[in-house]
Nanobody, 120 residues
Framework: QVRLVESGGGSVQAGGSLRLSCAAS????????MGWYRQAPGKQRELVAA???????NYADSVKGRFTISRDNAKNTVHLEMNSLKPEDTAVYYC??????????????WGQGTQVTVSS
């Protein structure tokens, strides 16, 4: 079984910074890509940032230049450094991993979500 556990998040004023971390554990053969999604009340879940096996990164236009995603392949962890936070960044942030488990199938796994609240 594969598990993603998030940490970080919380409340901050506009212009502040937060760091999210996510650790994948369990019967992992390999990880293709990891990333962060967010869902604000009444809105659909959207991709925030993703990092692929070769190191390529992808960001939502709304966070480019403010957020940085990084990955530690040895520890199966992914981090999201969020700077210059805005009230519109308020959402529940979910870690996602596209992971090959011990059954050798590739599946999408999700963390439990962590709340980020930015006040003006």
């Amino acid at each position: 079984q594969v598990r993603l556990v998030e940490s970080g998040g919380g409340s901050v004023q506009a212009g502040g910074s937060l760091r999210l971390s996510c650790a994948a554990s369990g019967s992992i053969v390999s990880i293709n890509n990891m990333g962060w999604y967010r869902q604000a009340p009444g809105k659909q879940r959207e991709l925030v940032a993703a990092i692929y096996r070769g190191g390529r990164k992808n960001y939502a236009d709304s966070v480019k230049g403010r957020f940085t995603i990084s990955r530690d392949n040895a520890k199966n962890t992914v981090h999201l450094e969020m700077n210059s936070l805005k009230p519109e960044d308020t959402a529940v942030y979910y870690c996602n991993g596209r992971i090959r488990g011990s059954d050798y199938y590739i599946d999408d796994y999700w963390g439990q979500g962590t709340q980020v609240t930015v006040s003006s």
